[in-house]
C-alpha cells in the first residue's frame, strides 16, 4: 500500500480526483474525489469509497442508494493527481437515476440530455 | 455558449475538470483543468485546449508535440463541475509516449505497466 501512496500526488486539501469507469462497457460513470483512507478503504474492502467535500467525510458510493460499486482495478496516472477506478456499477452511479452523471451533451447551443432516467431518484435515497 | 457556460461551476481557481476519452475505443486518455476561455477556444475551433496549472496558461493538447486532440462529444455532468470529452486523439496522450496517462496499475501490492511506450518521449518534444 505505501508503493501506492508515495505516488499519489494528493492536493492541498489531502485529496485526489478519481474517475470512475465501468470495466467492461468502459462507460465513464462519474467523478469524485479520494483521501488518503478511502483509498486505502478501498483497496482494503474492495467496495469504493470516496471522501465528500460538501459534507467533509468519507462515504461508501452507494450506502444510502445501493447502487454501489465493485473495484474491479486500480490505475494511476503519471503525475499521480489522478485515478482510474475500473469498477463495476450496480445499477445507476447517478444522484439523479441514470446510468452516467455526464448526462447532458452541448450540441448546436443546446444541452440535450443524451440519456434516459433509470431508477425515480426519489425512490434511490429513501429515508 | 451562454447555455453552457452557466451550467459550468468552476472551482476557486476558475477551472473545471475535463476527461478526455477516445470516442470510438472509449479508452480514458487523461483528466487536465479547462477554464473559462479554454471551454470557449475548445467549441469554437473543435481541437482541445486546457488550462495548465502550473505554467499558469491556457495550452492546446499536442501544440508542441504534434499529438493533438479534436473534439467530437462536449458533455457535462449533473453538479457542472466535471466535463467528459469525447476525443479523437492522435498518436498518444501521454507525455510518456504512452497511449493513456493511466498506464500503471496497483495489484498485489506493486505498481505494473500496463501499455507500452508507443513513442519515445525524447522524440515527442523535440525544439
Not at 505516488?7 to 485529496?15: K, S
Not at 462507460?27 to 470516496?50: F, H, I, Q
Amino acid at each position: 500500500m505505501e508503493t501506492l501512496l508515495k505516488e499519489i500526488t494528493f492536493n492541498a486539501d489531502g485529496l485526489v480526483a478519481a474517475i470512475a469507469q465501468q470495466f467492461d462497457t468502459k462507460e465513464v460513470l462519474m467523478l469524485a474525489w479520494m483521501n488518503r483512507e478511502a483509498v486505502e478503504k478501498t483497496l482494503a474492502t474492495g467496495d469504493v469509497w470516496y471522501f465528500s467535500r460538501s459534507r467533509n467525510k468519507m462515504w461508501q458510493k452507494g450506502e444510502s442508494s445501493g447502487q454501489t460499486q465493485k473495484l474491479v482495478e486500480f490505475q494511476i496516472d503519471c503525475d499521480g493527481d489522478t485515478l482510474l477506478l475500473l469498477v463495476d456499477q450496480k445499477g445507476v452511479a447517478c444522484h439523479t437515476g441514470r446510468r452516467q452523471c455526464f448526462f447532458r451533451t452541448f450540441k448546436n447551443g443546446k444541452l440535450i440530455e443524451n440519456q434516459p432516467v433509470q431508477v425515480d431518484p426519489d425512490k434511490l435515497y429513501l429515508a
